[in-house]
């Protein structure tokens, strides 16, 4: 059985986590799209916490029947991995848009200093 000071501390840990999503979203600094992955953590940090009976039954599910609690850690592990992992293609794919910006800026002045040079000088 989960003891009930796991289960507050767990509630509380989920509803703070999910209000500074928001307050991060409210203040421009995280993309909803990226919240979204956060709320989904806090929400089912929060359901997996408020409701042992379901942490419970799930612990029994995974084998884990000395410590039921420790389901729940590894499921905010689980979730903590995958925002990681989605932010790593995130940031791959930002690279890979760099490298081919800089590439075009690069183009573009290579292009535009052979215009100048065949110009004639307004002092001719």
Known sequence: M????????????????ILVVLEL???RKLKERYALLWLATGIVLLV??????????IAGWAGVTGYPPAVLFAVAT??????LLHYSTVISK???????LAQRVALLEERLGRDRAREPSPAD
């Open 2 to 17: 989960t003891p009930i000071r796991v289960s507050i501390v767990g509630v509380l840990a989920s509803v703070l986590l």
């Open 78 to 83: 689980l979730f903590v991995l995958l925002v």
């Open 48 to 57: 997996l916490s408020a409701w042992r009976g379901a942490l419970n039954t």
């Open 94 to 100: 930002l690279t890979d848009e760099n490298v081919e």
């Open 25 to 27: 979203v409210r203040g």
